[in-house]
């Protein structure tokens, strides 16, 4: 057995014991919501979680269903392949429990156990991919700048997010796409869409891939593939829903997430340095200079900066993402390989969580694993994979620390202003250096393509 062989299963068996040691942590609130979900899908038909004909109000319009757990009461918002993966997971824990379904330790592993799963996922179709087409060393790295990232660690077997869940199926969907298997790509992404709505950021990059890899003239034909197979999948997952007569109900619960009332919810972007501002700017003249730029941030709603007098900030945070989207699609437009096309993946959910209003701080998570395979082929992005993970990873412990009863955040004023804002300066920079690399490598690409042209340097 060779040093490097050692090095990397002592790589893998750290990343596993370090996620197996954080599985019973509390991880966050959002984990008590999963417990909730998963202890109903459990006792009931998961279909009928977000309410039936039977929730219908005094003048028949649908309403969400209330369900409750351990004194916790709430209703459901997440797609439907959410609710199924908690579901097993839930009545795998009502076995295992003896049918009490204690709220304890073990279930906060069980819930939690879907993000891990995924996450053994990723790490093998980034062994599979980035080995099929560079290495066995460059597949390595790969893994390990993924299965030992601070961010990665910290997201999902810690403080107990699902994004793995939906993360897996849309980097299938782009490595499906660029090897030419249209349906399989929408079908994937379709499933990751419905998993969790924030997938629809990276659709842009499979919709890329599924145009520019292949035969010009077999385009229609591909994106006819595409379509069908998105379109199956998606009846496949939401007809327990429609047959229980929840459709109305799941699209009034969806409907809530495009309207959070928050400027920014605990994401250190754009919108957090806006929300600081406008606090220091009101409180200024009673607080004082210091005591104002110095006190911590908090979440502002959207609708009191309106009541003040300032612009609608989710039209104008829409408007930045969509730009920011057209421009990445144009400017990668002549991508061909997987690295760059993952590239404009990352970069979108980048866009997407920097200058979006109403993103949560985990939403930027996304973003890791896409450079990170970007990375693997372009080293240019190998600086943004390393930026990401740090400025997430950040994002997460400054708010979080290492969950519920754990603790171990950095301290916010440590840096006098409070540190999230800090980080939120630095991210918007961060993005902006993404944005200069993804243009250079574009340009590099467009020209490894013209007849006659030397090879651009990886």
Known sequence: MTA????????????????????????????????????????????????????????????RRV?????????????????????????AYWSWSGRHFPNTAALS???????????????LLLFFAVRRSIGLATAQWAIAAYWLNPAALIDASDLGYLDPQFILPAAAAIVAAV???????????AAAVLTKAQALF??????????????????????????TGGLACAAVIIAPVAIAGGWPNMVLALSRLASHDMLSANSCNLWWIAGYVLRVRDS?????????????????GIERVVELGYPNARTIGTALVAASTIWTLWTARRARDLWLISAVGAFVVHAYATLGAQVHENHMFAAVPLAILAASGRSAFRGIAAALSAIVALNLNLFYG?????????????????ATVVLALINCAALAWHAATLATVSRAAALEKLPGAAPAAS
């Open 202 to 227: 990276i659709a842009p990059a499979v919709a890329l891939a599924v145009w520019s890899c292949g035969a010009p003239e077999h385009r229609i034909g591909r994106f006819m593939r595409f379509g």
């Open 402 to 418: 290492f969950g519920l009863g754990v603790g171990y955040a950095l301290p916010r004023s440590v840096t006098i202003i409070d």
């Open 284 to 300: 200024v003249h009673d607080l004082g200079i210091w005591t104002a730029v110095t006190a911590p941030a908090r979440i502002l």
């Open 109 to 123: 592993a069980f819930v939690k156990l879907p993000s891990v799963a995924s996450e053994v996922g990723l790490v």
């Open 67 to 91: 369900i409750e757990f351990a004194g916790n009461e709430m209703t459901v918002d997440y797609p439907p392949l959410a609710l199924y993966e908690l579901g097993l997971v839930g009545r």
């Open 179 to 189: 090897y030419e298997w249209p349906a399989a790509a929408g079908a994937l992404i």
């Open 4 to 63: 490097s062989t050692v090095r990397f299963a002592a790589i893998l068996l750290a990343g596993a014991l370090l996620r197996v040691i954080a599985l019973p942590e509390q991880g966050t609130g959002d984990t008590t919501i999963w417990k909730v979900w998963a202890y109903n899908a459990a006792r009931h038909d998961v279909a009928e979680l977000y309410g039936t004909t039977a929730d219908r109000g005094p003048n028949g319009e649908p309403q």
